[in-house]
């Protein structure tokens, strides 16, 4: 049982250092990122991406939308996007639902691009709110239904989305009050 447990105990070491050295390189690939080196944050997160780091494949997503770095890629920018979105990441999940819903860089798919603003607005995400809100009130991707997007416009004005304040304040304005 000793050797068994020395075992497990060093593998532990070696998976904490692990992390603590993947933490370590995303970080410096943001303050790259933060300081405009887009070519230094690429460097930095292209490996951690390559491995399922979900911080790292938003970040290269981001690199690639806007081309930091390197040529505007919006394939390349989702399929990082579409990785990082699968592992949770809200930010992830909210541009992958915009490139689908508009057709920029994977094909268009209003229903896809709904379940996609849906799981990052169930995480807090004010702009994945507020995009909700917007199709269900237009009925893109889901039946229209106003209660349900007032709802989703209230949580991203409580969320400070200005655009989802404007929304709500728009909706609410025109619609008869009960007596």
């Known amino acids: 049982m000793g050797k068994r447990l020395a075992s497990l105990c060093f593998a532990c070491v070696l998976y904490t250092h692990a992390a603590l050295a993947e933490a370590r390189d ?7 990122y933060n300081r405009a080196d887009y070519t230094g944050a690429h460097d930095q997160w292209d490996p951690l ?6 911080k790292a494949q938003f970040g290269m997503g981001l690199l690639y939308n806007f081309g930091q770095g390197v040529g505007i890629d919006r394939v390349r920018a989702m399929d990082w996007f579409a990785r990082a979105a699968r592992s949770g990441h809200a930010g992830a999940q909210l541009f992958l639902a915009n490139g689908l819903e508009n057709g920029r860089g994977v094909e268009r798919d209003i229903e896809a691009a709904f379940d996609w603003y849906l799981k990052a607005a169930e995480q807090g ?14 009925g893109r991707g889901v ?3 106003l209660d349900i997007a007032i709802y989703w416009y209230e949580e991203a004005a409580r969320s400070g989305n200005r655009n989802a304040r404007a929304n709500l304040a728009r909706l609410l304005g025109s619609r008869p009050s009960a007596q």
Do not use: K, V
Request: aromatic share 6%; proline share 3%.
């Open 26 to 32: 995303f970080e410096a690939g943001l303050s790259a």
């Open 49 to 54: 991406a390559q491995l399922g780091n979900a």
């Open 125 to 138: 995400l004010g702009r994945a709110q507020n995009n909700l809100g917007r199709l269900y009130e237009h």
């Open 143 to 145: 039946a229209p239904d």
